[in-house]
């Protein structure tokens, strides 16, 4: 992906209100869960931890940050205070065969319905 696509997606997230906030439970399996499904869902996250989380992870906000991006998967775009981007590319699909996807079909495998023209010999 091109680095100017990338900052601005992060510039979009950033104006806006964090999508995940971590809270007094820390680094919960249901927080990070939300996170990953998130992730899936647009690619990029804007996450923020307050204050009672970084107290009981006992981490620094960066380090944080880190760490949720490394057990996910994801890449750490940004740190503003205690606000992080997350960025996940979603997985590229297969593109189905040139063959089997430019197959003429006959009418009736395509299940067309309607009247034939009919041609009157004079």
Excluded: C
């Excluded at 919960?28 to 307050?50: C, H, N, P, Q, Y």
């Amino acid at each position: 992906m091109r680095r100017g696509h990338l900052s601005r997606l992060k510039e979009l997230v950033q104006q806006g209100p964090a999508d995940v906030i971590i809270g007094k439970n820390g680094l919960s399996e249901g927080v990070l869960g939300e996170i990953d499904r998130r992730l899936k869902e647009k690619s990029i996250v804007k996450v923020k931890a307050l204050k009672s989380a970084i107290k009981v992870t006992g981490l620094d906000r960066r380090e944080l940050a880190r760490r949720v991006a490394e057990r996910l998967g994801a890449r750490l775009l940004d740190v503003r205070g205690r606000t992080f981007v997350l960025y996940r590319p979603e997985p590229r699909r297969e593109r189905p065969e040139a063959n089997v996807r430019n197959k003429i079909r006959s009418s009736r495998e395509r299940g067309a319905v309607g009247r034939r023209t009919v041609w009157s010999q004079r």
